[in-house]
C-alpha cells in the first residue's frame, strides 16, 4: 500500500484522519478503532464537518474512505452512548420529545449525507465488521471495493428499530433486487463480500483490507489524473439523474455542459488527445 502524507488542514479532527495518499487524493480514516470505530455525536459531527471541507478544497480531488485499525470499518451506532442520550432526552409530553429526537435523527441524517453531497467522487472500502450505520455510510459512497473478510449487514431491526439513517432510502436505488434488499433490511441478517458483489452493491472484492485500500488509493490515483471539471460534473449529473426523470436530467445535463465545455479543459483534453499526450489540469 502506498504510503501516505498527513494533510495538515486536518490536523485539528480527533475522529477523522486524512493523509495523501498520492496526488490530489485524500484518504479519510474513521479513527475511533478501540471501539471499533463507533458512532458517538461528536464522531458524526466530525464526519460531516470533514467531507465538507474536501468538498471545497482545491487540494483533493478524490477520496478513499476506510476504518482505522484492522477490526472493523465501523460496528455502527455507540449504542451505549445513544441509549444514555436518549434516557436523558427530557421533554414534558411525547409530541415534544419527538421533536427532540427528530432533531437529533436529522442531525444524524445530514451529517452522513455530507458524504454524498461532497463535490469530490468517494471510493469506500469495506472490511471486517461494517455493520448499521456502516451500510448507511456506504450508500452515501460513489464506489464501494469490499475486504474478503468483510462483515456487512443492516443490523437496526436487531437494536428495535427501522434504520433511519439513509439505507433504506439509498440501497433500493443501488442494488437492482428489492427481494435482495427486503431479505437483508428485514432479517438484519449477516451478508459476504461476494454477495455484496454479485449484487451488484460492490464493485470490488479484494482478498483482505490492505489490499483494497490499496486498489482504492489506485482507482483514486487514475481519477484524480482526469479534469476535475468533467469528474465532479460526473458525479453530480449521476446523482442527479437517480432522483429525477430522464426529461429533467437531459435538461439539467444540457445547461451544466453549456458551461463546462467552454473551460480549458474541455480543449486541453481533446487537444491531448490528438497529439496522444498527457493533459494536465489546473486546480478547481
Known sequence: MSSATPLPSYSS???????????FVAHVEIN????????????????????????????????????????AFTAGLDVQAASEG?????????????????????????????????????????????????????????????????????????????????????????????????DVCLSARDFSAEEALAVGFASQVHPDKARAVEAAVGMATALAEKSPIAVQGTKELLNYGREHGTADSLRYTA??????????????????GLKRTRPRFEKL
Open 255 to 272: 445547461i451544466w455542459n453549456a458551461v463546462a465545455v467552454q473551460g480549458a479543459d474541455f480543449s486541453a483534453a481533446l487537444q491531448s
Open 86 to 182: 436518549l434516557i436523558t432526552a427530557q421533554a414534558s409530553d411525547p409530541a415534544r420529545k419527538a421533536k427532540l429526537l427528530r432533531e437529533h435523527i436529522e442531525e444524524f441524517q445530514e451529517s452522513i449525507s455530507a458524504m454524498e453531497k461532497c463535490e469530490k467522487p468517494v471510493i469506500c472500502v469495506l472490511h471486517d465488521i461494517a455493520i448499521g450505520l456502516a451500510i448507511d455510510i456506504a450508500c452515501c459512497a460513489d464506489i464501494r471495493i469490499c475486504a474478503s473478510n468483510v462483515r456487512l449487514s443492516v443490523k437496526e431491526v436487531d437494536i428495535g428499530m427501522a434504520a433511519d439513517i439513509g439505507t433504506l432510502a439509498r440501497l433500493p436505488k443501488i442494488v437492482g433486487s428489492t427481494s435482495w434488499v427486503k
Open 32 to 71: 475511533r478503532p478501540k471501539k471499533l470505530n463507533a458512532f458517538t455525536q461528536d464522531v458524526w459531527v466530525e464526519f460531516s464537518r470533514v467531507f465538507r471541507q474536501i468538498s471545497v478544497d482545491p487540494e483533493v480531488r478524490v477520496v478513499v474512505l476506510s476504518g482505522a485499525g484492522n477490526r
Open 13 to 23: 479532527y480527533e475522529f477523522m484522519l486524512v493523509s495523501s495518499p498520492s496526488p
